[in-house]
């Protein structure tokens, strides 16, 4: 099983970045997909999830209409397009999965959920 980021790097402020979490080894169309992200001296946070059953998604407020996930169910692959990036963006972001639909839910609250997969994380810089 794993769960494999990429497309971290440095952003300036105002910038893009595309993150990718492909999955394999589970049958992760079936699984609610998303991402956390922690930087450092701060709590793990919330940003964004989706069913890949049924393309339901879900936003912390603080990145509401400047992220976007999406899902490939053919690539087994979920994106987060990262737009205006500020330096609150920062941090190390993480790919998690679970098969429960509803492990969603904690993502806009940040709520603990013990998701039974993770990614390794990928470094997220956003420079003024």
């Known amino acids: 099983v ?4 990429s497309g971290g790097g440095l952003a300036q402020t105002g910038g893009s970045l595309r993150l990718s979490c492909a999955a394999s080894g589970f049958a992760s169309n079936d699984y609610a997909i998303g991402w956390l992200r922690q930087a450092p001296g701060k709590g793990r ?3 964004a ?3 890949m059953r049924d393309g339901r998604v879900y936003y912390a407020d603080s990145v509401k209409g400047r992220f976007t996930i999406s899902r490939d169910n053919a690539k087994n692959t979920v994106y987060l397009q990262m737009n205006s990036l500020n330096a609150e963006d920062a941090a190390v972001y993480y790919c998690v999965a679970d098969r429960l639909r509803e492990a969603c ?6 709520a ?3 998701y039974d997969y993770w990614g390794q994380g990928t470094q997220v810089t956003v420079s003024s």
């Open 2 to 5: 794993q769960l494999v980021e």
């Open 45 to 47: 946070e919330g940003v």
């Open 105 to 110: 839910m904690n993502v806009p609250t940040s």
């Open 112 to 114: 603990p959920y013990p």
């Open 49 to 51: 999830c989706v069913s």
